[in-house]
T-cell receptor, first 110, second 114 residues
């Protein structure tokens, strides 16, 4: 099956700093989503981005499907950005599932 | 529009018991998927349902089963609980069954097996 690798596994920042999270995948995809898992465990949708670039406030994402990677940018980080960020991909017309990376644990210190 | 809802939110069971978790998808969504999250294995796919049919199943033992009703609500059942079944169980829904459509997750059910 498709492999998803996220880097870095852990990231510690000072408030106000910028960061880039990376997601590499091993095959072509027709779905790529970025999630932020809140302290209670819910996965919050950040971006649905199988290709191209999107921006939402301080967050933006880029997926280069031909090179099989996606990047999540967080600018001017805030303590509320802390948590685990997951990349998940869907591949294949009859697969009907998302495959998740192991996540990046982001800690933003005041 | 209300999001995906899951009940119960927390559950404590004893080894050997069985448990049923419920998921109500976003209105109009017909595809429901289930995932298990543990610290050791991360997020793993359990199964997916569309129009009451299971179309894909992950690599879990037969103790894990599910079903979907005509109103798209879904339940999953775990029989003969083991300590290793302690996990966060997440349900997701999407408008259509194609994996190319955005998935939305519920708040999860945290199951503890003692």
């Amino acid at each position: 099956g498709i492999q998803v690798e996220q880097s870095p596994p852990d990231l510690i920042l000072q408030e106000g700093a910028n960061s880039t999270l990376r997601c590499n995948f091993s095959d072509s995809v027709n779905n790529l989503q970025w999630f932020h898992q809140n302290p209670w465990g819910q996965l919050i949708n950040l971006f649905y981005i199988p290709s191209g670039t999107k921006q939402n406030g301080r967050l933006s994402a880029t997926t280069v499907a031909t090179e099989r990677y996606s990047l999540l940018y967080i600018s001017s980080s805030q303590t509320t950005d802390s948590g685990v960020y997951f990349c998940a991909v869907g591949s294949g017309g009859s697969n009907y599932k998302l495959t998740f990376g192991k996540g990046t644990l982001l800690t933003v210190n005041p | 529009k209300a999001g995906v809802t899951q009940t119960p939110r927390y559950l404590i069971k004893t080894r050997g018991q069985q448990v049923t978790l419920s998921c109500s998808p976003i209105s109009g969504h017909r595809s429901v998927s289930w995932y298990q999250q543990t610290p050791g294995q991360g997020l793993q796919f359990l199964f997916e349902y569309f129009s009451e049919t299971q179309r894909n199943k992950g690599n879990f033992p037969g103790r894990f089963s599910g079903r979907q009703f005509s109103n798209s609500r879904s339940e999953m059942n775990v029989s003969t609980l083991e300590l290793g079944d302690s996990a966060l169980y997440l349900c997701a829904s999407s408008t259509r069954g194609d994996v190319g459509y955005e998935q939305y997750f519920g708040p999860g059910t945290r199951l503890t097996v003692t």
